[in-house]
């Protein structure tokens, strides 16, 4: 293989951010070069994550286009939205590769993310430019690009679930429920009172309903999968464990499909797709199972008596659902096998 690539992770300070440089320090093509934190610069990373000690020594750079380019040839973007839609234009201008965790990108329509994210969008040329990075649906469409929107948690979850059934009309796309669960580190790494250790634990409450900035992300996709317009009910509730989605989803089955209908669907389109696997009937996947690896499982259950579909799909939110998904992406933006260094066994228990 050729030189190892060098990358910068802006974000290093959260929760996507430093998941990265964990699972980085296994990949074999790729050296991280520069941790950036505004609100940290200067202080040693392992200094806020004792973890880290001895493995990544790094200081902390500010966030500088320039300087990035003298260290990197590209930048992962872990920041709260709002923030790379402002630095992505500077830093395509520098000749950088971008793969953007943050959200800015995902949705197409301007007014959409301000009417959703309630933040100023990036300019129309660069929502343009971005290629949606949900690996095995659009994967053949990163190759090669130099900006890469990567799929928010709950979408990469939801939409594995269920992009198969409504592109081959196997369910009724217009009686969609998505009834999602999250571990709190989805929440990030800044304290409120919604995330505070009395306030979750031993709790269980929904949250954002039918208001979540990912509704329109999941029906933008399925939109574009069944050619015309898809909408959804999408439901999060936070759970009190650290790690994990679930998505529990219900359409109507059309033409009679059964649940072994479904499992042969799932594995064709699937088929040669490492990180999502399908469950044999009358076995469904929990979020234990698939915890610090990059799999998305899915089971599912066909319901002949009220002609209903339930469909279970887990993923880690902080590997699958962020910072494992933008490897496999830079793994495919770069012309290398999506697996590489990603062959993680889950943790068990």
């Known amino acids: 293989m050729s030189k190892a690539v060098k990358a910068a992770i802006i974000g290093s300070t959260g929760y996507g951010g430093v998941e990265l440089i964990r699972l980085l320090a296994h990949h074999p093509q790729v050296e991280v070069t520069s941790v950036i934190s505004s609100s940290s610069a200067g202080a040693p990373i392992a200094e806020g994550f004792p973890h880290l000690t001895e493995i990544c020594t790094d200081i902390l750079d500010d966030v500088d286009p320039a300087l990035i380019r003298s260290k990197a040839e590209v930048v992962f973007i872990a920041t709260p939205p709002g923030i790379a839609a402002r630095l992505i234009p500077s830093l395509l201008a520098e000749g950088l590769k971008v793969i953007d965790i943050s959200g800015d990108h995902r949705l197409k329509s301007r007014s959409e993310y301000e009417t959703w994210y309630k933040k100023e969008p990036a300019e129309q040329q660069y929502l343009d430019q971005a290629v949606y990075g949900l690996c095995e649906v659009y994967g053949d469409a990163v190759r090669g690009v130099d900006l890469i929107s990567n799929p928010g948690c709950f979408p990469t979850s939801a939409l594995l ?24 580190s989805g929440a990030g790494r800044g304290t409120s009172v919604g ?21 329109p992300e999941i029906e933008q996709v399925l939109s574009d999968i069944a050619g ?4 959804t009910t999408f439901t999060t509730h936070l759970v009190p464990m650290t790690r994990g989605i679930m998505s529990t989803i219900y359409a109507t089955v059309k033409d009679g499909h059964t649940v072994e209908d479904f499992i042969s669907l799932y594995s064709n389109y699937y088929e040669g797709r490492k990180f ?74």
């Open 161 to 184: 679930g269920l992009i198969p059934a409504v592109q081959e009309g196997y369910i009724d796309h217009s009686t969609i429920i998505i009834d999602a669960k999250s571990g709190v």
């Open 195 to 215: 995330n505070h250790y009395p306030e979750i634990n031993e709790n269980f409450r929904a949250y954002k309903i039918n208001k979540h900035q990912h509704i």
């Open 228 to 231: 015309e317009k898809v909408l």
């Open 276 to 349: 999502v696997r399908i469950r044999k009937n009358g076995t469904w996947p929990a979020t234990k199972e698939v915890s610090g690896s990059n799999y998305c499982d899915i089971g599912f259950s066909v319901d002949e008596r009220t002609g209903r579909i339930t469909i279970v799909s887990v993923i880690d939110n902080l590997v699958k659902g962020a910072a494992g998904q933008a490897i496999q992406n830079l793994n495919l933006m770069m012309g290398w096998d999506e697996t590489l260094g990603l062959n993680f066994v889950p943790m068990y228990p």
